[in-house]
Structures are given as C-alpha cells and as structure tokens.
C-alpha cells in the first residue's frame, strides 16, 4: 500500500511559525498536494510539488524531497484563520491521489 | 479554478433509501471524482467517473452499492443504495482540470441516515 503518516495535531502560537510533516511511500511517486479544509468546508488546494525543493506561495511553503519520502508545509505569521485541518495527498503512477491521515492544526492567541 | 455546485447540500434519510447526489462543474474537465469523507476523518476515494462509461471503483465500493453516472464532461452523479447509518457520511465531488494535476473539491453533500 502506500502509507502517508503525518502528525495528528499540532498547536501554535499566533504569529509563529509552524511545519507541518508528510512522509510516504516513495515507489512509483509522481507528485504531492497539500490541502486545507476548515471544519465543514470541503479542502482547497494550497501547494503542488513534483521536484525536489521548496515552493513558496505568500506565507504557506512546500517543501519535497523524492529520495526520502517527505514532504512538509512551512506555514508563517501564523493567523487564527489557519486554523483548520491539512491534508498531504501523494499520487502514485497509474492510480488516483491518495490523501494522508491530516494534521488538526490549532492556532492560539 | 472550476467553480464546482453540488445538490443537495444536506438530507436526513430513512435507512434503506436510496440517494442522488449531483455534482456540476461550469467548465469541461477531464477527470471527476467522488470521495467520502467520515466525521474525523481524511477522504477516502470511491470512485472515478467517467464519461460514457462505467465508473472505475477502489477496493471495498461496489457498483451496486454505489452507482455513478458522467453522461459529459461537466455532469456526474452518485447514488448511495439502500442506505444505513454507515453511510452517515460527507460525499465529495471532486475534477481535474485540463492540462493541471491539482483535484478541486466541491462543496459536499452531508448525508445523515436514521
């Protein structure tokens, strides 16, 4: 199968910054998602990465390394609104995506 | 991205009951894709839609169960079959556009069976 672990919850302070990590199954990778989804909302597309580095989109960054499975969203100046739920979503050559576990992320005054 | 409009937005419905839900997208997309969604959980991948044809169903989704049509290109539905609470549950319409890799969500339809 291709397992996708990522941390359950993570709790941060406003303003701060947080990294939220996406490990996978390397064999047969072809790209990596990240997804937010506010309770009750249905997930919107934040990132896409299929090379090794970083993608940097505002305050949300994407990191991928290919050779170690792993993946992680570089969030900044944290804001209460980016509280919500991420979602690391890896297709695979021949399959459709397969969404990870997500990662509840709390952000604190 | 496509603007993407599912109906109905909510229902409560008996056990035993069938459902259709429908997802519309306002531009041609090459691939459309229901998930479930379970309270607390990530979304799981029920099948692929495809036009003029049979849906392509994962591991553990049966067609009878779970019927789907795509009579074109911005148009599909889903029907959960004689439903139990099980199948208490949010269902996802998913596309991927032309020429992009990224799936974009529509709104879901939260189904509650009593």
């Known amino acids: 199968g291709q397992n996708i672990d990522q941390p359950t919850e993570m709790t941060a302070t406003e303003g701060a910054i947080v990294q939220i990590n996406c490990t996978y199954q390397t064999s047969g990778f072809n790209g990596l998602f990240w997804y937010q989804q506010h309770a009750g909302e249905a997930p919107t597309f934040l990132s896409y990465?299929?090379?090794?580095g970083l993608e940097e989109k505002g305050r949300f960054s994407s990191f991928l390394s290919r050779s170690k499975g792993y993946s992680y969203l570089l969030l900044k100046e944290l804001q209460m609104k980016d509280s919500a739920s991420y979602l690391c979503?890896?297709?695979?050559?021949?399959?459709?995506?397969?969404f990870g576990p997500g990662t509840r992320l709390s952000v604190l005054p | 991205s496509a603007v993407i409009s599912q109906k109905p937005s909510r229902d409560i419905c008996q056990r035993g009951t069938s459902l259709t839900i429908q997802c519309q997208v306002d531009s041609q997309v090459t691939m459309m894709f229901w998930y479930r969604q379970q309270p607390g959980q990530s979304l799981t991948l029920i099948a692929t839609?495809?036009?003029?044809?049979?849906?392509?169903?994962e591991s553990g989704f049966v067609i009878d169960k779970f019927p789907i049509s795509r009579p074109n290109l911005t148009f599909s539905t889903l029907t959960v079959s004689n439903m139990s609470p099980e199948d208490s549950s949010i269902y996802l319409c998913s596309v991927t556009e032309i020429s992009r890799y990224e799936q974009y969500f529509g709104p879901g339809t939260r189904l509650t069976v009593t």
């Open positions: 839609a495809n036009q003029g044809s049979e849906a392509t169903y």
């Open positions: 979503a890896v297709k695979y050559y021949g399959q459709n995506f397969v």
């Open positions: 990465n299929v090379l090794d």
